[in-house]
């Protein structure tokens, strides 16, 4: 590079408020702040709730290395904004209208109105759960619908209720609920569950716990006092009805993808970035980690390992600029 070139280059790069900009603070997020904070990089990490992220609201994490006998969510969570915190990590709290990505200034601009810009963008915006999109869903959400046994559990004492799924977190909140309900009826539209063995045999073992096979819910009935009963279809053909007062819908998740410049990145059929093993997108100096990403496994350890590598990955970038301007 010329010398005016470097120059030019240097000034751009200058004018951006920060190195780096993480945008969601969940394990992913938070492990990339930690590294970069401790790496010395101007680092602003943005969140428009709590840190921490959908693991805030998991009642126990049985997996995660370090822990021998497990941990609340809340708790591990707390130890990460911790340990984050501890290297002087600058967090905002504020939500994300928009990005600009294309350019070698990244652009985040706030709902409050202010603008922000960034050398570098680490994409961590997560997944929200996975809707079952029938009649009453919408209008008894909060109301006998709910996507969080951990949040909601205490409400349901003494009470029947079901919970669609049968996946680890189905199977993992099913268990949980059996702290308050009098009965949980599991209903899963195959005939046997998803969840590991280990959670299988806990959830068979439990007494609390009925298993409706092949069945799928069609519509979730209320009345002013919320969720009353479930219609059911099975695929034999037949229909049911199943009196409860609080249906817990646990199916997966999508991606939190709605403030992201989609135009700008590529991503998979059900709108996950695509990015190489070292969480590089398709645009220099954008990384995404943890549940936004586009894989198979969505665990805490895959997402906090994610946000080191998308770090170690941006670290490089802006180095390689650095060296660039000083040729």
């Known amino acids: 590079m010329n010398p005016k070139a470097g120059a030019l280059w240097s000034e751009i790069m200058q004018q951006a408020d920060y ?5 969601g603070g ?12 401790r790496g010395r990089l101007k680092t602003l990490l943005l969140e428009k709730g709590a840190t921490g992220g959908q693991v805030l609201v998991t ?13 609340t969510g809340f708790d591990l969570m707390d130890k990460m904004t ?30 409050n109105g202010d603008t922000i810009t960034s050398q570098a963008v680490i994409l961590c915006t997560g997944a929200k759960p996975r809707a079952i999109h029938v009649p009453g869903e919408e209008e008894l959400r909060g109301k006998g619908v709910s996507y969080c046994a951990t949040c909601d559990g205490p409400f349901y004492r003494n009470q029947e209720i079901a919970v669609v799924g049968g996946g680890n977190t189905a199977i993992q909140e099913a268990i949980h ?6 009965k949980v009826t599991v209903i899963h539209r195959r005939n046997e569950l998803r969840a590991t063995k280990i959670l299988q045999e ?16 069609d519509e979730i009935v209320g009345g002013k006092n919320g969720v009353e009963s479930l219609r059911i279809s099975h695929k034999d053909g037949t229909t049911s009805t ?34 190489d093993t070292e ?31 998308a770090e170690q990955s941006a670290e490089h970038y802006l180095g390689q600029l650095t060296t660039t301007i000083k040729k």
């Open 19 to 23: 190195q780096l900009v993480i945008v």
């Open 26 to 37: 969940g394990p992913a997020g938070l492990t990339a702040g930690l590294y970069s904070a």
């Open 59 to 71: 009642d126990w994490v049985d997996n995660y290395p370090a822990f021998p006998d497990g941990i």
């Open 82 to 111: 911790a340990h984050a915190d501890r290297f002087g990590l600058e967090k905002r709290f504020a939500t994300v209208a928009a990005l600009d990505l294309r350019d070698e200034i990244k652009t985040i601009s706030l709902e």
């Open 177 to 182: 609920l059996t702290k308050f309900a009098s």
């Open 202 to 217: 806990k959830a068979f073992a439990e007494e609390k716990i009925h298993f409706l096979w092949d069945a799928e819910v």
């Open 242 to 275: 199943l009196a409860v007062t609080g249906i817990f819908i646990l199916i997966g998740v999508v991606p939190s993808n709605e403030i992201l410049p989609m135009d700008q990145l590529e991503a998979d059929s059900a709108g996950f970035i695509v990015t």
């Open 279 to 309: 969480m590089c997108t398709g645009l220099p100096g954008v990384y995404a980690a943890g549940d936004i990403r586009s894989k198979r496994s969505r665990q805490i350890i895959n997402a906090a390992g994610e946000g080191a590598t």
